[in-house]
């Protein structure tokens, strides 16, 4: 997994370790929940939402 995102320093840096997105992601894919209802053990859900929306632009 780790060969499909851009490794190194590019502008911002992320509060939440891709790591913590990905799980998140995961979560949200296996229960069906909303995506404002992500628990509080993951990042909020809008940097969630947002990379997962940006993989999925990137057909990864």
């Given at each position: 997994?780790?060969d499909?995102?851009?490794?190194?320093?590019?502008?911002?840096?992320?509060?939440?370790?891709?790591?913590e997105r990905?799980?998140?992601?995961?979560?949200?894919?296996?229960?069906?929940?909303?995506?404002?209802?992500?628990p509080?053990d993951?990042?909020?859900?809008?940097?969630?939402?947002?990379?997962?929306?940006?993989?999925?632009i990137k057909?990864?």
């Amino acid at each position: 997994m780790k060969d499909h995102f851009a490794w190194g320093k590019y502008g911002n840096i992320s509060k939440h370790q891709k790591k913590e997105r990905v799980n998140g992601v995961v979560y949200i894919i296996t229960t069906g929940f909303p995506w404002r209802m992500l628990p509080k053990d993951f990042p909020p859900y809008s940097p969630v939402q947002s990379f997962y929306r940006r993989c999925r632009i990137k057909e990864i």
